[in-house]
């Protein structure tokens, strides 16, 4: 199982509560369940590193509890209970450094955990329907949240009295109605103090917490549905939304325009990271698949499907292309199967006989089908 796992650049957190491990250099998916029974209780709906090694995956799922899962043994090593099905799921984890744990659920309780305590050591309020909490990847202790009629808050966890920043709600519209907030997915701008987030009415969003405007400093729309989840690409002034008709495209930061978009999905997207280092997007979501596109050329890489549903996933920063252990090819020892929907070998065979036709069928081999076709209707005549 340690071999297996170590291979996996690619993390996943499905419906159905299985933590799935993609290896791109082998082409191969593995599943990881701590439990024989599957339940939608533990459905998986956040993930995160434990440690700047990446030797550790935390797992939020629905019923409130966050599962260590290691990825040297290829096993869940410890649950902790952080929080209450009432509650609502988790909407983000992060973890701090000292071996400390940050949970926010949907109803807006976000806690700070010490690994040695089973009381949080610090909880505040942040607001109702949280749609998703994010950490700043520079400074650790701060962290963004917002959700439905929920403002983008910025929070230092070192002082939770109050937020450090409160965004105001945009001006009202020409009729002077109320514009409602809906914030559906946050991250901090790296070497600035911004934030982006984008909303469910197909805005992005840019607040600037060092400016005196509370506002957004920058208002973009992207397509007409909700967006649901977005991501920043390594060193550049650009941000990667996708909505909920599969749709992914690519932001301008400066200019406020649509640079690209990125084809192939069918289904909502739930969650979608671009590489740290690489000009990769990796993006998943209710179609089952696992896609990896290319912010170059903005073609498809890879294409992994995965049999369930899927809510989250996070990438390893190394090439993701690299094995990360010698493991037997092939090998697939305890990983546990999910027993509604099949095998994966079956899948797999599937998958790479689809694969096969579509790149047979060229632009020469379509003339034949069509003059068949014809030949057909005119002996029905």
């Not at 082998?26 to 995160?48: G, I």
């Not at 990667?240 to 640079?259: E, F, M, P, S, W």
Request: net charge neutral.
């Amino acid at each position: 199982m340690g071999d297996t796992s170590r291979l996996c650049s690619v993390w996943l957190g499905s419906e159905t509560g299985i933590l799935k491990g993609v290896s791109l250099s082998r082409k191969q998916a593995f599943n990881f369940c701590n439990t024989s029974h599957l339940s939608r209780d533990q459905e998986v709906r956040a993930l995160c590193w434990g440690d700047p090694a990446e030797s550790e995956l935390l797992v939020g799922s629905v019923d409130g509890t966050v599962k260590t899962f290691s990825t040297e043994k290829g096993a869940f090593t410890e649950t902790r209970r952080c929080g209450d099905p009432a509650e609502g799921p988790f909407t983000g984890l992060a973890a701090l450094p000292g071996a400390a744990l940050v949970t926010c659920g949907e109803c807006g309780t976000l806690r700070v955990w010490r690994e040695d305590s089973s009381e949080p050591v610090t909880e505040l309020d942040a607001g109702k329907n949280v749609c998703r909490m994010r950490q700043s990847p520079g400074s650790p202790h701060r962290v963004a949240t917002g959700g439905k009629e929920n403002g983008l808050k910025i929070w230092d966890l070192e002082k939770p009295e109050k937020p450090v920043f409160t965004a105001k709600n945009l001006r009202d519209d020409w009729l002077d109605l109320r514009r409602p907030q809906w914030v559906r997915d946050v991250a901090f701008i790296p070497d600035s103090d911004k934030v982006v987030t984008c909303t469910g009415y197909h805005q992005v969003h840019v607040f600037d917490p060092s400016s005196p405007q509370r506002r957004p400093v920058l208002e973009v729309e992207y397509g007409e549905y909700p967006l649901t989840a977005l991501s920043l690409p390594a060193g550049g002034n650009t941000v990667v939304v996708g909505n909920t008709h599969g749709q992914i495209a690519l932001l301008d930061l400066r200019k406020g325009v649509v640079r690209g978009c990125l084809k192939g999905l069918a289904g909502g997207v739930r969650a979608l990271q671009c590489h740290p280092s690489q000009p990769l997007v990796a993006s998943c979501g209710l179609d089952r698949f696992l896609r990896i596109h290319s912010l170059e050329d903005r073609k498809l890489q890879h294409k992994v499907y995965l049999k369930s549903r899927l809510n989250c996933l996070l990438l390893a920063s190394r090439d993701l292309e690299e094995g990360g252990g010698a493991a037997a090819a092939g090998e697939d020892q305890g990983v546990k199967e999910e027993e509604e929907e099949g095998g994966d070998e079956v899948w797999d065979a599937m998958e790479r006989v689809e694969e096969k036709t579509k790149r047979k069928t060229t632009e020469e081999e379509e003339e034949p089908q069509k003059k068949s076709k014809k030949k057909k209707k005119k002996g029905q005549d």
